[in-house]
């Protein structure tokens, strides 16, 4: 069975940085890809990055580009979100996700980890 498990939120101040990672578990995933989303309260979950598990693909939301950086470590099975000039607007729960296709939308994703919170202060 495949699991996500997201870690690495917190609070920060405004122009601070975090790293966010998903630790993937319970298949070979060099066929999938990777999806960071996220859903600020009263919001829908909207995109924020991916990357393919083999290659060097990504793509970034308009939003965080320049800001945010998605990497992999293959041999940990993990995905990271590194997360730099942060704004109050960033505040949301964070999610990765794992699916076939890589995409921007969430219906594209077949799993889904538990999130974590990124709370960005003024």
């Known amino acids: 069975q495949v699991q996500l498990v997201e870690s690495g939120g917190g609070l920060v101040q405004a122009g601070g940085s975090l790293r966010l990672s998903c630790a993937a578990s319970g298949r070979t995933f060099s066929s999938y890809a990777i999806g960071w989303f996220r859903q600020a309260p009263g919001k829908e979950r909207e995109f924020v990055a991916a990357?393919?598990?083999?290659?060097?693909?990504?793509n970034y939301a308009d939003s965080v580009k320049g800001r945010f950086t998605i990497s992999r470590d293959n041999a940990k099975n993990t995905v990271y979100l590194q997360m730099n000039s942060l704004k109050p607007e960033d505040t949301a729960v964070y999610y990765c996700?794992?699916?076939?296709?890589?995409?921007?939308?969430?219906?594209?994703?077949?799993?889904w980890g538990q999130g974590t919170q990124v709370t960005v202060s003024s």
């Open positions: 990357i393919m598990w083999s290659g060097f693909t990504t």
């Open positions: 996700a794992l699916g076939v296709v890589f995409a921007t939308t969430p219906g594209a994703y077949n799993y």
